[in-house]
């Protein structure tokens, strides 16, 4: 269950977030959809503590992971000692690390390359590691920026799969993303954010029928446009 | 308490032994003062070493093994933070339940060790072409252990101050002008001029330690400077205070 409330941030200049509200229940993949800089990054990081909000307060009841667009692997370690540095600092117990760390790999397909060094690794195979470093912990909670970025069509798929798995398990998902055919087939609960605000969440269908429109796409266009109306009104 | 420090530590020196071309340049900077060194003397004396090093020569050495213990770590700093953020991996590091003391601890040791070893090998290329007796060789490497300390830390803190491994480099190349300023102050004032400042500075207890302290450090490269019974005093005291740097 991740809640946020009221969220703002300010970077100079720049109103990254404004007033921004969502609230994320468990055993559902909550989307936020929004074009590029509508504050979906600085929300995230908001959630998951690396940011202070100026203004309002988040709450996270479990655990969280976080896969962010900072995927960052040490290049002259392998796949597995990147994940079993990660697993150190995080606490877990070295006799359960081996056996933790293998199951993800394997739940990720990603055996083959688990010993070689990541400096090698193609953007997908980043991103699949950095995922894993993520679920490392087994998190309750977990926030994905952009989760599709690089990845090449199965793994796409094995990942939708990964997560809908997820899912039925009762963990809270969150993820970013400005793909909106991304979102319309994973996520049960979508929140559309415009300049940095939440101007519409619920289930896919829930928004078409509120916008009379046909498609996610038609209601996304329609929402936005009023939101960024009113904010050059104001 | 320590053992995320002791976590990160491990992991920086894993990944930092891997990284052959740093470890080439930094251990190419290490051997390139006894080269140069053992060149010099050579072309003054016509033979390596022994009774003929001059004190310039010693002074010479003192200057690159002090610049050894800035640049040894100075590769490993580079990458801890600053490479740390161009690579965009600090954020997932600290976004672990971590001090960032023990971050900071951490990548401290790993630097301060490889400076260690930095120094270990410059002072071994010396042992080896100046003639530095092995005892002295652990008293001068002991003593030195402050200051890679203090190296170590500056250039955290500037790796730190960096957006990115390329400032990070500017600024730390700076840097390595202080070890050569140093370096020449405390050369030229070789054992005869620690003399002078203890003669002036009056034989208060504490200067006495201080500088003995100090000519602990510079003395073991005075073995044969130019006034024979002075350097050898330099060498009984240096080997006096091993010691009391040991301890």
């Known amino acids: 269950m991740i809640q946020a409330h009221n969220l703002q941030k300010r970077f100079g200049a720049v109103q990254a977030v404004r007033d921004l509200s969502f609230s994320a229940p468990d055993g559902k993949i909550t989307g936020l959809l929004g074009s590029n800089g509508a504050g979906k990054t600085t929300t995230l990081r908001m959630i998951c503590g690396v940011l202070q909000p100026d203004h309002g307060s988040v709450r996270i ?9 900072h995927i960052g692997l040490y290049p002259r370690l392998t796949a597995r000692e990147n994940l079993a540095y990660f697993g150190e600092l995080r606490g877990i117990p070295r006799a359960q690390l081996s056996q933790r760390i293998d199951q993800v790999l394997s739940e990720l397909g990603m055996e083959h390359i688990a010993d070689r060094r990541t400096g090698g690794f193609s953007q997908g195979e980043c991103m699949k590691t950095a995922l894993a470093r993520a679920i490392l912990h087994s998190p309750q909670n977990l926030l994905l920026d952009e989760p599709g970025n690089g990845l090449d069509v199965p793994s796409v798929r094995a990942l939708r799969g990964l997560l809908r798995q997820m899912r039925d398990s009762g963990m809270c998902i969150v993820l970013s993303s400005h793909i909106l055919e991304e979102i319309r087939i994973l996520c049960d609960h979508v929140a559309i954010v415009s300049a940095g605000r939440v101007v ?10 509120r916008t009379e429109t046909e498609s996610l796409e038609d209601a996304f266009i329609k929402l936005t446009q009023e939101n960024l109306e009113c904010s050059a009104t104001l | ?32 003062g006894p080269l140069v060194v053992g060149m010099v003397s ?23 093994a002090l610049v050894a213990t800035f640049v040894a770590g100075m590769n490993v700093a580079m990458d801890a933070i600053a490479g740390e953020r161009e690579r965009r991996s600090l954020l997932p590091l600290l976004m672990n339940p971590l001090l960032r003391r023990d971050v900071v601890l951490g990548k ?3 630097i301060s060790l490889f400076a260690v070893a930095g120094v270990v090998i410059n002072l071994a290329g ?19 252990i402050p200051l890679v300390l203090f190296a170590s830390a500056v250039e955290l803190l500037i790796s730190t101050w960096s957006r990115n491994i390329k400032e990070a480099h500017t600024y730390l190349s700076l840097v ?15 054992a005869h001029g620690f003399d002078v400042a203890l003669a002036t500075r009056g034989r208060s207890a504490i200067a006495d330690r201080s500088a003995d302290q100090r000519r602990a450090i ?22 006096q205070r091993k010691t009391f740097a040991s301890r």
């Open chain 2, 126 to 144: 010396f042992a080896i072409v100046v003639g530095l007796p092995f005892h002295l060789l652990i008293a001068v490497t002991l003593a030195l």
């Open chain 2, 108 to 110: 401290w040791l790993a």
């Open chain 2, 176 to 190: 390595i002008f202080l070890p050569m300023v140093i370096g020449m102050f405390f050369g030229i004032l070789s």
């Open chain 1, 61 to 69: 009841d479990k655990p969280v992971g976080a896969l962010l667009d």
């Open chain 1, 200 to 209: 519409a969440q619920g289930s896919p269908e829930d928004l078409c029928r």
């Open chain 2, 1 to 32: 308490m320590f053992s995320h420090a002791l976590i990160v530590a491990r992991k920086e020196i894993r990944d930092h032994l891997r990284d052959t071309r740093s470890l080439v340049s930094s251990a190419f900077y290490a051997l390139m």
């Open chain 2, 218 to 239: 510079f003395a073991g490269f005075n073995t044969g400077a130019e006034h024979d019974h002075h350097s050898l005093r330099g060498a009984r005291l240096a080997g």
């Open chain 2, 42 to 64: 050579i072309a003054v004396h016509g033979a390596v070493h022994g009774e003929k090093s001059s004190a310039v020569l010693l002074s010479m050495a003192s200057v690159f």
